[in-house]
């Protein structure tokens, strides 16, 4: 599968991560998002971790200039079902997600980005 | 990664595939679909589908009988995002995803549950 699919809700956009990234998927990923943020109007974008085991430099990078992306393009972006293993593995190896706001899970991201509209 | 991760969106459930299913993988989804319809209640279960170029017997089947357990569990199966060109192929090779509804997207499913509810 060459492409993450990116499911539109309303004026927000859902993208699971479910593959091992690599530097190929992660920029088609960026530019399909950034398109489809212009084309639909959203305000709004979840990205879901819940697949992932790991989340190193490369995956924590790709999600923070997703983040600066969207961010131009007037749209927030929230980090969705973030395991526990890897909230230790992130404070523990130093990585930040800057930019980005994270959720516990769909619903509460859902709702963090509608309380940002209000 | 051996799971497809299941997102809950109010009383729906929402799958996307992205990944070749595998017998194991397909077995593990239902095992863990199953079990989340009974534990968050849901009435309805949303499967993406629009990172497949290729639904073969084997996924089909596995569609079919999975929306068959959720029947039996009270929730209705919504397959959305299917390519045309896997339309295009299930009716080629005459593969039928019975006791499936399906819709364009995950919005027009979400709409078609709900009204099912009502």
């Known amino acids: 599968m060459e492409r993450i ?3 539109r809700m309303g ?11 690599h530097d190929r998927l992660a920029m088609t990923l960026q ?4 398109a489809r943020i212009v084309k639909d109007k959203a305000r709004g974008v979840l990205i879901d971790i819940s697949a992932l085991d790991i989340v190193d430099s490369f995956i924590g990078r790709m999600i923070s200039n997703t983040a600066a992306m969207a961010k131009i393009l007037d749209a927030s ?9 890897v909230a230790i593995t ?3 190896l130093g ?14 991201g859902i709702k963090l980005l509608q309380r940002r509209e209000d």
Chains 1, 2 share one sequence.
Do not use: F, R
Request: proline share 5%; charged share 20%; aromatic share 0%.
């Open 5 to 7: 699919p990116i499911l």
């Open 11 to 21: 004026n927000l956009l859902l993208v699971t991560i479910q593959v091992d990234m």
């Open 31 to 34: 530019d399909d998002l950034t």
């Open 77 to 85: 972006t929230v980090v969705v079902g973030m395991q526990p293993a």
């Open 90 to 92: 992130l404070v523990e």
């Open 95 to 108: 990585l930040k997600l800057e930019g980005v706001k994270t959720a516990l899970n769909v619903e509460q």
